[in-house]
Structures are given as C-alpha cells and as structure tokens.
C-alpha cells in the first residue's frame, strides 16, 4: 500500500492545494542547469572546435562558456518551467524527486574527470 | 618579521576565494541545514517556525551569495592566473609563477592539475546553481514549507549536494595551493 501525505496544512491555516509549481520550477531547472553544466564539460572535452567556441574568455579558456551557457540554459529553463507551472499544483512530487536526483548526480559524474576523460579528443 | 607577513595581490585573492569565501560557504551550511531539518509543522509552535524560516532564509542567501562569489572569483581571477603559460623555453626552476605547469612538468604531481584542478574547477559551479535554488524557494514558500515534507526533503538533498562540491572544490583547493601556490 502507498504511503499518502498527510495534509496538515489546514492546521497553520495554509489553505490546502497550496500551489507548489513555482518552487518545483526553481529546483528541477537548477538540476537542469547542473546536467547542462556536465553536458557542456562533455563537448569541451570531445572536440577542439567546440572547446574553441566556448572560449569566451580567453584567460579562463572554455570554463568560460561551460559555465556560461550552462547558467543561460538554466535560467532560460527556470523562466519557462515557471510560466508553465505557475499557480498549479504539482501532484507527483515523488517523480519530480527522481527526475531532480537523476539530472543532479548525472551531473556529478559528467564533471568527474576520469569520466568525462572518456570522450576527450584525442590529438 | 614585517617582511615575511605580506602577502602579493595574487595571494590575497587567493585567500579571498578560498579561506573567505569559500569556507564562509562551508561553515554556512550546518546552520542552513538545521533550519531545514527541524521546519517540520509537528516540531515546532508557530514561533518557532517563524524563527526557523528566518534563519533558513539567512543561511540559504548566505550560501548562494557566497557560492556565486567563490566561483566568480575563482574562474574569472584566480584561475587565470593559475594557467598562464610562460613563455617558450622557461627553466623548470622558474615554473614558480605558472603553477599548473609547474604540476604537470613532473609525474609525480602531474596527478593534482589532472584530476584534484580538473575535478575542482568543474564540480564547484554545480554549488551556486543548486544553493540558489534552495533559497528562493525557502524565501518564496517560507509560510508553507513546514507542511511540505517532500520540498523539504528535496531541498535538503540539494543543499547537501551543493556541500559535497565545495568540500571536494575546496580541500582540492586547499591542496593545490600547497604543492603549487599561486604567487
């Protein structure tokens, strides 16, 4: 049998079916945002004309754009997740875990450089 | 004695992002994180939630700003440094000034730039991404959080995580500075 949430929100006076689609917004984006980061370091790693192309500052090399386009996808993604959920509330928190957790730690082995070494270019 | 008690530009922006910034990160998480914790409806009186919000708030903004200073610095002032290449034909005794080849010039601690700088100067961007994150929603759901046990847990698990890469960031940090400081 599943274990249901127990609702005391009426208790605090929160009115239940609070909206919780902002907040869910703001943390699977930032776990978007890790996965964009680790897909970035991947490319850099594959191929020299991508690593060239997020030089963006030539004293910091390509961490530059790693960085950069990894912070662009998770702002972009923050801002569309939040418009789209917005005043809802979200049922399947257990799934959005999973979803959150998956993206975060693929992320954390994506930036593990004996990892990531796999797909370095090899010249 | 007044001689040897200065320190270069380059190592006070050293220090800036690693004794400063970084373990400020450090030492602000166990606060954070206590607050998250205990902000459970059936722990706490309804005061006592209002204490626990505002030292969550306090903590979590403290943890993104000082995370987002800590990898500011470190890739756009101090990584720089740490890179530079010299120029065609230095001795290896004059390395001193390029630290990461002054790392890889010898197998036996090629190993630090390789896998402690490479492995540091990744994992640490994840650290602002997700403690910022867990602020806005502890700002933004301040009021009914205490009822949420799920946000909860799964700010808590973030928070966590954002921990772990400023552990490993820092005590490579910390490392690499010993064996090749940037001077």
């Given amino acids: 049998m599943e274990e249901k949430e127990l609702d005391i929100s009426f208790a605090f006076g929160i009115p239940t079916g609070t909206p919780n689609g902002l907040a869910w917004a703001a943390l699977l984006s930032s776990a978007i945002g890790c996965a964009a980061f680790g897909v970035a370091t991947i490319l850099s790693e594959s191929s020299a004309n991508l690593s060239q192309s997020l030089n963006w500052y030539r004293p910091s090399g390509s961490l530059s754009g790693v960085a950069g386009s990894a912070v662009a996808i998770w702002l972009v993604s923050w801002i569309t997740l939040a418009l789209i959920w917005k005043g809802r509330r979200l049922q399947h928190e257990r799934t959005l875990i999973a979803v959150i957790l998956f993206l975060v730690l693929a992320s954390l082995i994506a930036t593990f450089p004996p990892f990531y070494e796999i797909f370095a270019r090899h010249s | ?183």
Wanted: one cysteine or more; hydrophobic letters at 50%.
């Fill in chain 2, 1 to 183: 004695m007044n001689s040897l008690m200065t320190l270069t530009s380059k190592e006070y922006w050293t220090a800036l992002h690693g004794m400063v910034l970084g373990a400020g990160f450090l030492l602000a998480f166990s606060g954070s994180a206590i607050s998250l914790w205990t902000l459970r409806a059936e722990w706490t009186t309804s005061a006592g939630s209002a204490a626990n919000q505002r030292h969550l708030i306090l903590g979590s903004w403290a943890m993104a700003l000082l995370a987002w200073l800590t990898v500011l610095v470190g890739t756009f002032i101090v990584y720089p440094w740490y890179r530079a290449t010299p120029p065609v034909g230095t001795e290896p005794s004059a390395l001193v000034a390029y630290p990461k080849y002054r790392l890889t010039a010898s197998p036996d601690t090629a190993d630090w730039h390789t896998f402690g700088m490479e492995w540091k100067e990744h994992i640490g961007w994840l650290a602002p991404i997700l403690a910022t994150a867990v602020a806005v929603v502890a700002t933004r759901n301040r009021r009914t959080l205490a009822t949420q046990p799920r946000l909860r847990q799964i700010m808590l698990m973030l928070l966590t995580i954002s921990f772990f890469c400023a552990v490993v960031a820092g005590l490579f940090g910390a490392f690499i500075n010993k064996f090749a400081p940037v001077r």
